[in-house]
Structures are given as structure tokens and as C-alpha cells.
């Protein structure tokens, strides 16, 4: 059955670096999705995409994040100068297209430790 | 601001006892309603959905949850869990008619005692 995949699984990072976090999705997938959890906390929406667009975002997705789709396959996530705060468990999500259900398949997570 | 809360934070369970796992949402308009399990080390998996219809869903594994409109719950069930069981279980809300993304609850980590 197929999986939406990430990688790494576990980054750890410097505060003020850059880091890349890569996920990919489901192959007939239209619509991607970021979301993070902060330890102990619950799940939040970052961002979603949709044709090589960002279709929304939320307050935390600042302009320290990015989202692309550089060869359409890969669905990255970009922190340009990581804080302490950003650390946390990020998961990439897809699905195929509209449905009433709106039913996401979600990879299995990076964990990003900021030091 | 639409939330979902999650009523129990760690439970705690023998095996072949009955589970229930409470859920709350806020919000007045049409909603689906979602459960996510993740287990140790793996993926977010959706355990069941609604969306309409049956406000009683079946789902994977055993697990049913009951959607009831006047009380804005949507309680996960299993009437004997497994040891196999054990994992983090996520409720989530979405609102169809508003936007895309998927508003999850702060999880509720389920461990089975053989």
C-alpha cells in the first residue's frame, strides 16, 4: 500500500541554521500538508499546497518557513534560521484530491531537536 | 477559534477491558470527524471518519466512535482492547465548508498492560 515518506527521520540542528525537511507524498496526490507538534502539545496545521502554490497558512507558518515542490515528487519544508521553539515532531501529509471526507494520509514524522 | 479536546491525556488499561476515549469539538457547523492512531515509532493511521450519515462508525481494528451532533462529541470505543493497542489515538475535526486543514485534539497515549 503506498506511504507518504519523510526524511530524515531525526534531525538535530543548531540554532540560526537551515534546515530541509523532505517528504513524498503519495504519487497520484494533488494537495500536501505540513503540521507540527511540539512535545506534550497537540498536532497543529502549517501550511497546505496545492498547484505549486501555498493554498493557506497558518499564524506559526512566519516567513522563516517555506514550502516547494522542486521535481514533482519531493514536498519539502524549509526553516531558514532555526529557534529553539521550532523543535518539534513535523508531519507531511497528502491526498489525492477533493473529497467530502477530506481524508489526509500522513508520512511518519521528523523529528527536529534545535540546540 | 474551533478546538478539539481530548478528556484524558494517559490511560491506562488491562487487557480485555472495555475502552472509551472522550472527544469534544467547538464548533456549531458541519464538521467531519476523524480518530488517528499512532503507533510506537509508525505513522498517523485513521482508525474511522465521518462525514455524514450513521452517526455510529466502524473503523479498523475493532474500534467504533459515536458522533452526537447535541453534545459535540465524538467518542472512540472498543468494547476489549489488546495489548497491541497500545499507542497514541488523535481526534481531529475538519470543517468541509470553511477551509482544509485538520484541527487535532492533544492525544490521548493508551497503554495496554498484558
Known amino acids: 500500500e503506498p506511504e507518504v515518506t519523510q526524511t530524515p527521520s531525526h534531525q538535530v540542528t543548531q540554532m540560526g541554521q537551515e534546515v530541509i525537511l523532505r517528504c513524498v507524498p503519495i504519487s497520484n496526490h494533488l494537495y500536501f500538508y505540513w503540521y507540527r507538534q511540539i512535545l506534550g502539545q497537540k498536532v497543529e496545521f502549517l501550511v497546505s499546497?496545492?498547484?505549486?502554490?501555498?493554498?493557506?497558512k497558518s499564524e506559526i507558518f512566519d516567513d522563516q518557513f517555506s514550502v516547494e515542490r522542486p521535481d514533482g515528487s519531493n514536498f519539502t519544508l524549509k526553516i531558514r534560521s532555526t529557534k529553539l521553539e521550532d523543535s518539534a515532531m513535523y508531519f507531511c501529509?497528502?491526498?489525492?484530491?477533493?473529497?467530502?471526507?477530506?481524508?489526509?494520509?500522513f508520512g511518519p514524522g521528523t523529528r527536529l531537536t534545535v540546540l | 477559534a474551533q478546538s478539539v479536546s481530548q478528556h484524558n491525556h494517559h490511560v491506562i488499561l488491562s487487557e480485555a477491558a472495555s475502552l472509551e476515549l472522550g472527544c469534544n469539538y467547538s464548533?456549531?457547523?458541519?464538521?467531519?470527524l476523524f480518530w488517528y492512531v499512532q503507533y510506537p515509532g509508525q505513522h498517523l493511521q485513521l482508525l474511522l471518519k465521518?462525514?455524514?450519515?450513521?452517526?455510529l462508525v466502524k473503523g479498523i481494528k475493532g474500534f467504533e466512535a459515536e458522533f452526537i451532533k447535541s453534545k459535540f462529541s465524538f467518542n472512540l470505543r472498543k468494547p476489549s482492547v489488546q495489548w497491541s493497542d497500545t499507542a497514541e489515538y488523535f481526534c481531529a475535526v475538519n470543517l468541509p465548508n470553511r477551509d482544509d486543514k485538520i484541527i487535532f485534539g492533544k492525544g490521548t497515549r493508551l497503554h495496554i498492560l498484558p
Open positions: 465521518y462525514f455524514s450519515g450513521d452517526p
Open positions: 464548533y456549531g457547523g458541519t464538521v467531519n
Open positions: 499546497f496545492y498547484n505549486n502554490e501555498i493554498s493557506e
Open positions: 501529509a497528502s491526498k489525492t484530491s477533493w473529497t467530502p471526507t477530506n481524508e489526509q494520509f
